[in-house]
């Protein structure tokens, strides 16, 4: 008995397991919208060719039973066969939930007789549950499921052209497809400038069951004359945009008409009331608004140009507006065929700019941001201004927006606690305290780069620390938001207290303390402190200004090559400096074709005094830097004697390819402890004999005592 109970159950699970895999699939696009859909892809960095002719058949549509007559802009019907014609009228009821309760459930009334029912218009990707019953008694006929698939919702609407859903579309912010049902764009309800409906009461009423409750019309009011009130009913509201005609295609960042639209349809978006978007024939100005909508809520280059290109299914017979008076049927359809010329990714045949697809995506292009979802958002939110008007759209509605359509909350902003410019000092730390808006954002993980981490640093909490002299971009980061800082270390115009460490101890700098280098950061060459030498000197000498390659507007010395290596070019630069004072005093160096050069000889540092020759025998000469192709910080503390001059000369730099490059000079008084004068003294740098006390000071002629000579103490006895 329990093997029979067990097989039974085993049957039963088999069984139902068997009837779910066999739910009948349809795909709601149809075969050559499908086959578009899935055999183009479309490189996003060309749009120098479209493949929709290879799709459309060629002109005229024949809807009136001559050639093809079929509807490329329809998708295909659900068919539901019954297994023989209904004896009695029907009522067929089709939804997702089971008991039939669905907002836009669909009803239709079927005739005695029939054997073979069509549903359209539903969603892709859903599982629908149908049932019949007897239209009189409401007794169930016969019931059923299916699913559908596919991801474009086509729709078909009596008398109306070019209906298809913005939804289904991918988002590449998340991966998930935009919200069916919430706005659908299409052709217009009414013939321009004519009372004349094209819509019937029918196909009002399956917009209606589709969910749409608003219509923004992009044809103005002149362009529109009845479309006041919507075809819908009273109770849904209509706005006719002005001098919409103007916002095509190119020409939509100077098109205040978009932006008007936008915001209309945020508006009724907000108010749950999904929108009905056109034009006359969907396709420019409709198209405008999709593009900047869909590439705002992440939709890929190439479903954006598939996008665009599915008007070109549509055939909209416009002929009673186009040509009033057809005299053949190829005139009839002139307008139409011009329409699918101008749908296309890239016109090469019409030279009206402004209809061209590809240059719409080059301006949206020329806007900041990492992704064109960014770009888009920066566009909208800086707006535009033209002679017919200005706008933009607020960065909260653009937020809402993204999270209606896809459930990705984006980032508005990140806030730091400076401006796009930060000045610091060498040794310094700055915490950005960066935060993201709103906080709800999806993706609100910060990250931080240096451009230039030998410059400054940035720690994954955003602390910034400056270690060089020079300039640096921070870059702070959450989902596709870059905000950037630049950072400029200070180049020492003047010294903030600090300490230097010089002969073991610990010396302060005064407070305040002024950098005695003139414009040391090699910021205006006009003005430089050089002695006996102007610009134009220094070009002659071998010399040259060259500037950063992150910022124009800096720029450092640079010995270069000018053919003579024997040149006897040289430049002087020197600074007065007080007797027995102590001073820090230092610069950048490198070398600019990444030779490592060791004590330069032709590069000579000294003390020295007023009108005394670089080779006098008073003067100090300070022992040269070695240095390679990266900046290199050099420092020296001194405390000076009798001399008054602090003395650089730059000799033959060029000399056989050595470009040695200088930045960052400065010089500035140290606070030295007089009891500290004993460590004053630079043995390394004294290039004689001569003899000091305990005090530092030079003595000529000694007597017994202690005293000190090239950094070592001795005793005179």
Not at 410 to 430: H, P, Q, R, W, Y
Not at 677 to 692: G, L
Request: charged share 25%; proline share 3%.
């Amino acid at each position: 008995m329990r093997k029979i109970l067990l097989f039974s159950t085993l049957s039963l699970f088999t069984m139902q397991a068997f009837a779910q895999q066999q739910i009948p699939e349809y795909c709601l696009e149809n075969d050559v919208v499908h086959r578009y859909l899935t055999e183009v892809q479309y490189d996003p960095n060309d749009y120098s060719y479209s493949n929709i002719t290879d799709y459309c058949y060629s002109y005229p549509w024949d809807w009136e039973g001559e050639g093809k007559g079929v509807r490329l802009d329809f998708p295909k019907p659900v068919p539901i066969k019954l297994a023989s014609a209904l004896s009695v009228a029907g009522k067929l009821y089709v939804g997702e939930s089971e008991d039939y309760s669905d907002a836009d459930l669909l009803v239709m009334d079927i005739t005695q007789g029939t054997d073979s029912i069509n549903v359209w218009n539903l969603i892709p990707g859903r599982t629908y549950n149908w049932k019949l019953v007897d239209a009189e008694s409401g007794a169930l006929i016969t019931s059923g499921k299916f699913k559908t698939t596919g991801t474009l919702r086509m729709l078909k609407i009596d008398n109306v052209f070019n209906v298809r859903d913005m939804g289904g579309w991918i988002s590449e912010l998340n991966g998930q497809p935009l919200k069916y049902g919430k706005i659908i764009r299409g052709s217009r309800l009414n013939v321009n400038k004519d009372t004349t409906k094209m819509i019937t009461k029918a196909g009002a009423e399956e917009l209606v069951r589709v969910g749409l409750r608003s219509e923004l019309d992009m044809r103005d009011a002149g362009h529109s004359k009845n479309a006041k009130n919507a075809f819908f009913g009273t109770n849904y509201p209509i706005l006719n945009v002005d001098e919409a005609y103007r916002s095509r295609i190119a020409t939509f960042a100077d098109a205040p008409q978009s932006i008007k639209g936008i915001n209309q349809l945020i508006k009724w978006l907000k108010q749950d009331k999904p929108v009905y978007l056109h034009c006359s024939v969907g396709a420019d100005r409709t198209g405008t608004i999709a593009y900047l909508v869909g590439a705002l809520c992440g939709m890929s280059e190439d479903a954006l140009c598939k996008e665009f290109e599915l008007t070109s299914f549509s055939g909209d017979k416009i002929d009673n507006e186009a040509v009033s008076n057809p005299k053949n049927l190829q005139e009839k359809y002139e307008r139409l065929v011009r329409q699918r010329d101008y749908t296309g990714r890239l016109d090469k045949n019409d030279n009206n700019e402004s209809y061209k697809f590809a240059k719409m995506v080059d301006k949206v292009k020329t806007f900041p941001g990492t992704t064109l979802s960014r770009k888009v958002f920066n566009h909208l939110t800086t707006g535009v201004s033209s002679n017919y008007g200005s706008g933009k759209v607020s960065a909260d509605d653009l937020v809402w927006l993204v999270n209606y359509m896809t459930g990705y909350v984006i980032v508005k902003d990140i806030t730091i606690d400076c401006n796009a410019s930060l000045t610091m000092n060498k040794g310094e730390e700055f915490n950005l305290n960066a935060k993201v808006l709103p906080d709800t954002a999806t993706n609100n993980t910060l990250t931080y780069v240096s451009s230039d981490p030998s410059i400054v640093t940035v720690s994954d909490e955003g602390v910034i620390k400056a270690l060089c002299c020079g300039d640096a971009t921070i870059y702070i980061k959450a989902d596709d938001l870059v905000k950037t800082v630049r950072v400029t270390v200070n180049r020492i115009e003047s010294i903030t207290p600090a300490n230097v460490e010089y002969k073991g101890e610990t010396l302060n700098f005064k407070t305040p303390v002024t950098n005695k280098v003139k414009d040391g950061s090699f910021e205006y060459g006009y003005y430089f402190n050089w002695k006996n030498a102007s610009d134009a000197d220094m070009t002659s000498a071998g010399f040259d200004l060259t500037k950063y390659s992150q910022d124009a507007d800096s720029v450092y010395l640079q010995s270069k090559i000018d053919g003579d290596d024997a040149s006897e070019g040289s430049i002087r630069m020197e600074w007065i400096v007080s007797k027995k004072k102590t001073y820090a005093f230092g610069f950048r160096i490198k070398n600019s074709t990444d030779l490592t050069t060791t004590k330069n000889e032709n590069l000579k540092i000294m003390l020295t005094n007023d009108g005394k020759p670089d080779n006098n025998p008073d003067a100090i000469i300070l022992s040269a830097p070695s240095y390679n192709g990266e900046w290199t910080d050099v420092q020296y503390v001194f405390t000076t004697t009798t001399q008054n001059r602090l003395r650089i000369v730059f000799t033959h730099l060029s000399q056989n390819g050595n470009n040695t490059c200088f930045d960052n000079f400065y010089l500035a008084e140290l606070n030295v402890p007089s009891t500290s004068m004993i460590n004053q003294v630079e043995a390394d740098v004294r290039a004689d004999d001569r003899i000091f006390n305990l005090a530092g000071q030079e003595v000529t002629n000694p007597g017994k005592g202690v005293y000190i000579r090239n950094g070592k103490k001795f005793i005179i006895k």
